[in-house]
């Protein structure tokens, strides 16, 4: 058991730091882009590539990347602790608000490029390769009745390494890809095998063509080791991958969800909004939890569920529950829902100004396909794998309680 932790913990912290190597790299083009990264000249001295951090601080907040000087100064100096930018001198271990001249470590070739980041950044260009070519192997394939998008066979993965030149040999290139997988860049779509130049099907486990906002990092960063230590408990399931998130925006912010007040905690870092009441008609089944007007809530607060509902209940005949088909159109910062349970998963929070909320998303849905597949007997690990390797834009048939 304590092994299996350590592994997870190493793999969620290669996932992170993955995380902040695009963030960073995604934070320099941009910056690249906007002219903020140039030569400039201090002291009679000319320093390449480089940018003013008082500078970058005004954009960050400009372009809403941070909400306060404070917070951008956090979210640069890990990108520094993570080795992204640097100081030109390297005297400052310490980001500052200042005129003082920073460099991102690719911009002068200081960029630690140990074993990790190479295998990390071999994986990120087999995925572009892949993802761009016209008859991709990534495609929507299925694997014991479940259908997993943008997966491949590993055999197909090995053909395409030897046609594109990436290895020499199928041994070479099924050491290739267990190396990717144990640095969490491809994984078995079930988690169930390692890599194998067999039938089984495989994913990317990251997206790296979606844009990260910087704000993520801190917000990740802060719960990697209260995710590692969950309990097996179903009110202790949470899916990170989904929330939407605005860091410190608003003081009065919060998630719409539902659950006695005495329970819950009030967090800054999503936006409050008003919340819709839902009630559950008996008709021989126990009661959900009401809704409270005025309820704010914890990052993984308890179950908005009094008690856990099954997918026989809600298959029932008579069940006092509704099917709607709701598309939701994420934007840069997500999709705004949080999903819990191991099966059936069901809506556990939406940021009131999201697509979700905006789509008609609401807490205590359950969740009954999402594309068109059925993850009723998915926990939400897997549902939200699906939606996070899937398109940007997810049609879910939720089930509702009768109101």
């Not at 602790?81 to 001249?101: E, G, S, T």
Request: glycine share 6%; hydrophobic share 35%.
């Amino acid at each position: 058991m304590e092994r299996t932790s350590s592994i997870r913990r190493k793999a969620m912290a290669r996932q992170h730091k993955a995380e902040v190597m695009i963030a960073g790299e995604q934070l320099r083009m941009r910056l690249h882009d906007g002219k903020l990264i140039k030569d400039r000249r201090y002291h009679l001295r000319t320093y390449p590539n480089c940018f003013v951090a008082q500078e970058l601080i005004d954009w960050l907040v400009s372009h809403k990347e941070a909400s306060d000087r404070a917070i951008a100064v956090c979210l640069m100096q890990h990108l520094m602790d993570n080795d992204i930018v640097h100081h030109v001198c390297d005297k400052r271990p310490v980001f500052k608000d200042a005129k003082l001249l920073y460099r991102f470590r690719k911009d002068d070739g200081t960029f630690p490029f140990n074993t990790e980041v190479k295998i990390f950044m071999r994986g990120q260009r087999l995925y572009e390769h892949l993802i761009a070519e016209k008859n991709s192997i990534l495609q929507m394939r299925e694997e014991h009745g479940v259908s997993y998008q943008r997966s491949f066979p590993g055999c197909q993965l090995i053909d395409w390494l030897l046609q594109n030149g990436e290895t020499e040999s199928r041994r070479q290139g099924v050491e290739l890809c267990r190396a990717l997988q144990e640095h969490s860049i491809i994984q078995h779509v079930a988690k169930k095998h390692d890599f194998f130049d067999s039938g089984l099907l495989y994913q990317f486990c990251i997206n790296f063509r979606r844009r990260r906002r910087l704000s993520e990092l801190l917000n990740e960063s802060e719960q990697h080791s209260d995710e590692v230590v969950t309990s097996t408990q179903e009110d202790n399931h949470y899916s990170p991958f989904i929330l939407r998130k605005s860091s410190h925006q608003d003081d009065n912010s919060a998630f719409q969800s539902v659950g006695s007040s005495k329970d819950l905690k009030q967090v800054t870092s999503v936006r409050r909004g008003s919340l819709n009441s839902l009630q559950l008609q008996p008709a021989g089944f126990p009661p959900l939890a009401p809704l409270s007007s005025n309820s704010v809530v914890r990052c993984n607060p308890k179950s908005v569920l009094e008690r856990h509902v099954t997918c026989e209940e809600l298959l029932a005949p008579g069940a006092p529950f509704i099917k709607k088909v709701l598309t939701v159109i994420g934007d840069t910062l997500g999709w705004g829902v949080v999903v819990r349970g191991m099966a059936p998963c069901y809506v556990q929070a939406v940021d009131p100004g999201s697509p979700a909320a905006a789509a008609g998303v609401k807490v205590q849905q359950f969740v009954f396909q999402v594309n068109g597949k059925c993850v009723l007997n998915l926990d939400y690990r897997t549902v939200t794998r699906l939606v996070m390797t899937g398109p940007r834009v997810i049609v879910l048939e939720v089930m509702e309680p009768l109101e």
